[in-house]
């Protein structure tokens, strides 16, 4: 069995089809299919079932998965530390985020980063939801994750993020307030743009609102988390965001107001017990030694 043949088997699994899996590999699908029947035969049954055009895994297929998934993670690691062993010079990190903390302060600790080591590649995935973050650590599919404070931790390390303020952002030309900021009694009467159910966004506004006795006036309940901000713009509700993300959603044009009382956040950065690849190490050490107001 080679490295090739299971990322070969991978990119068909990801992408549902041979011929999708060679265009993305920039491969000739009769060496993906050789390769695959090779691996077919090591292993002693068939990983893919036709299925129209494409293909599904078999139950063989379903059971190397993760294992496949681990182990290239495990060659990644290898290959990274043997070319830092005189410096982070290279490197892959893979990391999982949700989206708010993928902005801020993601973002920010990336871009240190990449000034201190250019030689090392950053892949960011989006989960499901934030509970779905510790999942794939635990895979083995991404070294770091970055969720929300109260998901299940258990059997991975845990550090703080810096603490993070919510906002209110509503549409272009509402009323301001007297005092200038909103109540949560003044929140609870407005129509609100946020995510389904289990989201983070979703999570936040519906945990202030509770904690008011106040089920919230759900206006556009959306999956696409990049159309909220220009839903919000279109005048069809408010929201609730971090402060990063808020800043920007004003400079287009939206009303931003400060909560009464203040509502703040925090998130964490999660990582499997044992050893860590070089890159890794140091990106936990940058965040680490990061200043609490420095996003």
Request: charged letters at 20%; one cysteine or more; hydrophobic letters at 45%.
């Amino acid at each position: 069995m080679e490295r090739r043949q299971l990322e070969y088997f991978l990119a068909i699994a990801s992408h549902g089809s041979f011929t999708s899996a060679a265009h993305a590999l920039q491969v000739a699908q009769p060496s993906l299919s050789y390769a695959i029947r090779i691996l077919e035969r090591e292993m002693g049954a068939p990983l893919f079932r036709r299925l129209g055009r494409g293909v599904v895994l078999t139950a063989m297929g379903e059971a190397l998965l993760e294992p496949a998934r681990r182990v290239l993670h495990d060659f990644a690691r290898v290959h990274s530390a043997a070319q830092q062993v005189t410096g982070l010079v290279s490197g892959r990190l893979d990391i999982v985020a949700v989206t708010t903390l993928a902005v801020d302060p993601l973002a920010a600790f990336i871009g240190v980063f990449r000034q201190r080591h250019p030689g090392v590649e950053f892949n960011v995935i989006d989960p499901e939801n934030a509970a779905a973050v510790t999942d794939v650590v635990r895979r083995g599919q991404c070294e770091l994750g970055l969720t929300e404070r109260g998901i299940s931790t258990a059997g991975l390390r845990v550090l703080g993020l810096p603490e993070q303020e919510v906002l209110a952002v509503l549409p272009p030309d509402s009323p301001t307030p007297a005092r200038g900021s909103l109540s949560v009694a003044e929140l609870a009467e407005l129509d609100l743009v946020t995510t389904p159910p289990g989201t983070t966004t979703r999570t936040v506004v519906d945990g202030v609102l509770a904690r008011h006795g106040t089920p919230p006036r759900i206006a556009v309940e959306t999956a696409h988390r990049a159309a909220i901000v220009p839903l919000v713009l279109a005048g069809a509700g408010a929201t609730l965001l971090p402060r990063s993300l808020a800043r920007h959603a004003a400079a287009l044009g939206a009303v931003v107001l400060e909560l009464r009382p203040p509502l703040t956040r925090r998130g964490v950065l999660v990582w499997p017990r044992g050893a860590l690849s070089p890159a890794a190490e140091s990106f936990v050490e940058l965040v680490t030694a990061w200043p609490p107001d420095n996003h």
